[in-house]
């Protein structure tokens, strides 16, 4: 069946639910904006989190050290490891770049033709 431009399209029965739905959800966000950038929703949440990592803290420290021996036990690498290795790659990495650009320097000074002095 075609609709003629002049027909009207029968109601949506879900239509005032999605208005209600679309009306709900925005002041919703509004209300939610609004009490985010309250400065007491600011300073609750920091005490929250102030006091969830002085409480995590020891626990954190105790996994870390157990982790480490567990590590070491099994002949596996740790974080120090890695990130000792990596400081060593980057030395090196320095000392390769010194070398290029001396070398570099080396090959552009041959490279320059001597001028010389003709009477």
Do not use: C, H
């Amino acid at each position: 069946m075609s609709e003629k431009p002049g027909e009207n399209k029968p109601n949506d029965p879900f239509e005032s639910w999605r208005v209600l739905r679309d009306n709900s959800m925005d002041a919703w966000a509004k209300t939610m904006v609004e009490y985010v950038n309250s400065d007491a929703y600011t300073k609750t949440n920091g005490a929250i989190l102030d006091t969830y990592l002085t409480a995590s803290g020891p626990f954190r420290e105790l996994l870390e050290k157990t982790m480490i021996r567990a590590l070491e036990q099994l002949n596996m690498p740790t974080r120090a490891d890695f990130v000792n290795l990596a400081q060593r790659l980057t030395n090196i990495e320095i000392r390769l770049d010194d070398l290029d650009a001396k070398l570099d320097r080396m090959d552009a000074g041959r490279a320059k033709p001597q001028s010389s002095k003709e009477k």
